[in-house]
């Protein structure tokens, strides 16, 4: 007979310190309201803090939850979140991670594992069909993920998942990753030092027995055939496939919107090699490979034949590596970039934060700010494949300079000093990910409004190019005009911030991956609506689910609120974006003026009907909302 | 006749092709109850589906001791006499594809039937293109 898990939500509640490990079951109010993975994560989050806390404290919470729809068949759905308070910027932070690790705790009945405590060795959780056990890490505990991962399939056999840390996290880098299934990141904020604080290796688990029967199997079937026929049809389906999210890196870099020479360029001189072109003319690209029931394969896998970096083989690069490792620190060599998005991989390192540091030290290097001894016999100009192939070691390990770098490009510029800070690109201690958001409004207001940072990954708002008719057809939905789908104006883009805010919350929330809900739109509102109630059983329409994606993003204001976040204009946009102009080709001067990100950022605040000098939802949102449980927690501690 | 056709380079392990067939089959998604199983290699990118593919010699119909397992003449696939089934494994031990497994506890194998001609994991792989369902030597 088959064994079916509940569809009632459960936290596997696992304090390090007391050594407990105890189940609590999600209320229906929570799911309705929440709807599930990041969502719910932010509520339990929330409830849990009641001012600042030191994010590697054992107090701080580790939060891995993951969708509503993970475990299914449903297009897209492997992608589940870490959620914690981040070492980087001691903020709210969620890391939204694909693989095969969501399916698996979804099947084995956990949909969120929250960790507490400090365990007093190091230690992994084993789930297994038998039960949950703390048990020793001590073996591997310095390992790398492939070497973490190898030493747990040669205890519990080759079919388990695994979520870990490399070096970087045991050694409480904050700019340390997550790492599931091998090469999948939750990479941002730090989440990696989080669990490394924690004496926490690891969480395995075994192949799982149990199923997962949907509430309504009939209307469940029709949705989700009727959304990946949907997404077989979208312009961007063969993109994807072919190219994975490096497609466009040439067209970047020939338009000098690629983010080069740690954000003084937007264009390297040859990018050739940089390619996913290029990597499939030259067979580099042996493989692709799927999140759970993913149906694009964006993710490449890539193995180095010829030249100093035979041999190198990894996931990816995706473009935010290439951009990050390559263009950044002006490395033209995919042999170099693959060995260095390699080596972050294996030692637990977030590749943009990585890249941010690295290229940022050359820069220092540049201009003579860097003491020269601390990075004696190394190559740290522009374009050296040696700085970004040796330096992730040093990172991880915190020796010499990489220790200097471990904490992240503002706190390097603290230590460095002089004016290295106006090179740091970051906010609030968050390197920016790699997008030229000079000339990009949209992206500009989604990043400085973003409740972890400088990213692309809670709001990304490409409808606004305007380059496929799915992508001008949403951006008429949303602001009456087909017109708008310009990066170039201000217009209207609090309204396309919002709506792709309140799409990205449902679909982290479902566990869907952001490309069928941004980039090519077969997760319409409508559709995610459809999919949580057949499978939940509760009723849930297009503006109901649209309003719990608003709640999340408020509740996530309000847990900032909390942790001491408070409006700061110089803080819409790094400095070098809001001090230095860039030319694109055809656009000249381009910069992030303080007028124009404070009328975009108060127009958002209106819509958002939040207060437009300070950003703080006041009572009447909350009580719009249902967030009322959360009112003592509007004002700043 | 059509029959299942595997290139193990182009699949991705996404299992969305588990995960259907296991719906598709008992309305829930049990990965140990799909016909369609993937070996997992994940440190080097390879995935290697294991499916019945209707091979010529049928070596699970002929090892049978008690003839529970025969060819269903309409698609081809394997059809099973659960009542006949002794729960052996010798079909699973004779299939040199390693397409046949037993789930814990069960006495009857887990063996693709494919869903009376219109497979549910062919149709979740459209576009990495791994399995296929079609005549031999038949271009996409």
């Known amino acids: ?637 | 006749m059509k029959r299942m056709m595997i290139r193990q380079e182009q699949c991705t392990g996404c299992e969305s092709c588990v995960l259907s067939c296991a719906f598709a089959h008992h309305d829930t998604f049990a990965l140990d109850w799909s016909c369609i199983q993937i070996v997992r290699h994940e440190e080097q990118g390879e995935f290697t589906p294991r499916v019945c593919i209707q091979c010529e010699e049928r070596f699970c119909v002929a090892v049978c001791p008690v003839d529970a397992l025969s060819v269903d003449p309409e698609v081809g696939a394997i059809r099973i006499d659960i009542d006949a089934c002794i729960g052996c494994r010798a079909c699973e031990t004779a299939c040199p594809y390693g397409a046949i497994h037993f789930v814990d506890e069960r006495s009857v194998p887990v063996i693709c039937d494919l869903c009376g001609g219109q497979p549910a994991c062919v149709a979740t792989c459209q576009k990495p293109g791994a399995i296929r369902y079609g005549e031999a030597g038949e271009t996409e």
């Open chain 1, 1 to 637: 007979m088959i064994e079916n898990r509940s569809l009632e939500q459960r936290v596997l509640n696992i304090d390090l310190s007391r050594k407990s490990i105890e189940w609590q079951a999600i209320s229906r109010d929570d799911e309705r309201n929440y709807l599930g993975g990041r969502g719910i994560a932010a509520a339990l989050l929330a409830r849990s803090l009641s001012g600042p806390i030191d994010p590697l404290s054992p107090d701080a919470p580790l939060i891995f939850s993951m969708g509503t729809m993970t475990g299914t068949n449903t297009p897209m759905s492997g992608r589940s979140n870490v959620t914690f308070v981040s070492p980087a910027t001691r903020l709210y932070c969620k890391a939204n991670v694909g693989g095969h690790f969501g399916l698996y705790c979804k099947l084995h009945g956990a949909d969120y594992i929250r960790i507490t405590g400090r365990a007093e060795e190091p230690t992994y959780v084993w789930i297994g069909d038998d039960g949950i056990e703390l048990r020793s890490a001590g073996e591997f505990w310095g390992k790398g993920v492939r070497g973490a991962t190898a030493a747990l399939e040669a205890i519990h056999g080759q079919d388990i998942n695994v979520a870990c840390i490399g070096p970087a996290g045991k050694n409480l880098v904050r700019i340390a990753a997550v790492m599931s299934s091998v090469y999948n990141a939750a990479a941002r904020g730090g989440g990696g030092a989080v669990m490394g604080s924690k004496n926490l290796k690891a969480i395995a688990l075994s192949r799982p027995k149990r199923g997962l029967t949907p509430h309504d199997v009939s209307l469940f079937r029709d949705v989700q055939a009727e959304m990946r026929a949907a997404l077989y049809q979208d312009t961007m389906s063969d993109s994807y496939y072919t190219y994975g999210t490096a497609a466009s890196v040439d067209l970047m870099n020939e338009t000098d919107t690629l983010p080069s020479y740690n954000f003084q360029r937007g264009s390297i001189e040859t990018i050739e090699e940089l390619t996913s072109q290029y990597w499939n003319e030259k067979k580099l690209l042996k493989g692709r490979i799927g999140c759970a029931s993913c149906i694009y394969s964006c993710h490449r896998f890539i193995r180095i034949e010829e030249g100093p970096y035979r041999g190198a083989y990894s996931a990816g690069p995706e473009y935010e590596t290439v951009s990050a490792l390559g263009s950044g620190p002006a490395v033209d060599s995919i042999g170099a970039v693959q060995r260095s998005n390699e080596l972050c991989n294996d030692l637990g390192l977030d590749t943009i934060s990585a890249g941010g540091v690295i290229q940022w030290a050359m820069e220092c290097a540049e201009r003579g700010v860097l003491p020269p001894e601390m990075y004696e016999g190394l190559d740290l100009s522009f374009g050296s494949a040696e700085a970004i192939t040796v330096l992730p070691g040093m990172i991880a390990r915190r020796e010499g300079l990489g220790d200097v770098l471990a904490d992240g490009v503002a706190e390097a510029a603290r230590r460095i000093g002089g004016e290295s800070w106006k090179w740091a690109v970051h906010t609030r201690g968050l390197e920016q990910s790699r997008v030229e958001t000079r000339g990009t409004m949209g992206y500009a207001l989604a990043f400085a409004v973003n409740p972890r940072g400088p990213d692309h990954l809670h709001t990304e708002c490409i409808a606004e190019f305007g380059m496929t008719p799915e992508m001008k057809d949403l951006i008429e939905k949303i602001t009456g005009s087909a017109e708008l789908a310009r990066p170039d104006t201000t217009e209207k883009r609090a309204e396309i911030v919002r709506w792709h805010e309140d799409i990205y919350a449902v679909s982290d929330a479902l566990g869907l991956c952001a490309f069928i809900s941004t980039a090519a739109y077969g997760a319409s509102p409508e559709r995610c609506a459809r999919l949580f109630q057949a499978m939940t059983g509760i009723e849930t329409t297009e503006e109901t689910v649209m309003r719990a994606g608003r709640r999340i993003v408020t509740l996530e204001r309000l847990i900032n609120l909390v942790l001491g976040w408070k409006e700061d204009p110089s803080q819409y946009a790094p400095w070098r974006l809001m001090n230095e102009t860039i030319d694109m080709s055809g656009n000249e001067n381009l910069i992030l003026d303080e007028t124009t990100m404070k009328g975009m950022v108060q127009a958002y605040y209106d819509l958002h009907g939040w207060d437009r000098e300070t950003g703080i939802p006041g009572s009447t949102v909350l009580e719009d909302l249902e967030l009322g449980e959360f009112s003592s927690k509007e004002s700043p501690c």
